[in-house]
């Protein structure tokens, strides 16, 4: 089956800063968590194409990590590899999306409560910490660093939980619902939403009130897919099974 057609080529930053690499770790994971990185922030939206040859050239690597690499993002339903043709960023997985969403609520409804049940103000203290980075990077309008905080928010959870290696599983199959969550935070108030949600949350841990907790997560984790319909309107290429921009304006089938 051919491949669809690609998107035009975002430019990769350059090696000289973000693409430099740690020569004391292995390449692979250092081009794998690079490039998943551009791919969860939409830096390279779904569509573009990978080459090669012009990641190894940027990345100052042979073929062999960047190929590893581009292995472990097709695990992850990233980028779909159509052999002896090209390599593309993935369109967006409802499905996955959802998936993982499941797993991350069943997950995070455990730890918080278990948190408010033994409240630890030294933990309370971080995540309002997280919270007031958040508020700042929310203030500049920088949605890259407002993302990472909000991965540490919840990653302090898991870690407080003593639940680390769940936080890795977790972030392995949140490459989708990640790149719904990207395209929705800019929607008007819904920085202010997370915000506001996390700091429910975490006074909720802080006081001991545990059905409480689990109540404000269960709002905070629900609010992007609650919202797709409007997503899938505005951004019809990026998630696969979307109805052509054509067919929906001439009353095609909805998209299930």
Avoid at 191 to 197: N, T, V
């Amino acid at each position: 089956m051919a491949p669809p057609s690609a998107a035009p080529r975002p430019a990769i930053p350059s090696r000289s800063s973000n693409n430099r690499l740690d020569r004391s770790r292995r390449a692979a994971p250092q081009v794998f968590e690079r490039l998943r990185d551009l791919i969860t922030s939409l830096t390279l939206p779904p569509g573009t194409p990978l080459s090669r040859a012009e990641l190894a050239a940027e990345f100052g690597l042979s073929s062999t990590p960047i190929r590893d690499a581009l292995m472990r993002l097709a695990e992850e339903g990233l980028v779909d590899v159509f052999p002896q043709h090209a390599t593309l960023v993935s369109r967006i997985d409802v499905r996955s999306a959802e998936q993982a969403h499941f797993l991350r609520q069943a997950l995070e409804l455990e730890i918080v409560r278990l948190l408010a049940l033994s409240p630890d103000a030294d933990l309370v203290a971080h995540l309002y910490d997280l919270i007031a980075q958040q508020r700042g990077f929310a203030k500049n309008g920088d949605l890259e660093s407002f993302m990472a905080a909000d991965n540490e928010f919840h990653a302090a959870l898991y870690a407080a939980a003593d639940k680390r290696e769940l936080w890795v599983l977790v972030r392995s199959r949140s490459g989708h619902i990640d790149r719904l969550r990207r395209l929705h935070l800019p929607s008007s108030g819904k920085a202010q939403d997370i915000l506001r949600h996390h700091r429910l949350i975490a006074r909720s841990i802080g006081e001991g009130r545990p059905d409480e907790a689990q109540m404000h997560l269960r709002v905070h984790l629900s609010g992007t897919l609650s919202d797709l319909a409007r997503i899938r309107d505005l951004h019809p290429n990026y998630l696969a099974g979307s109805p052509p921009a054509a067919s929906r304006s001439q009353g095609g089938p909805a998209d299930g």
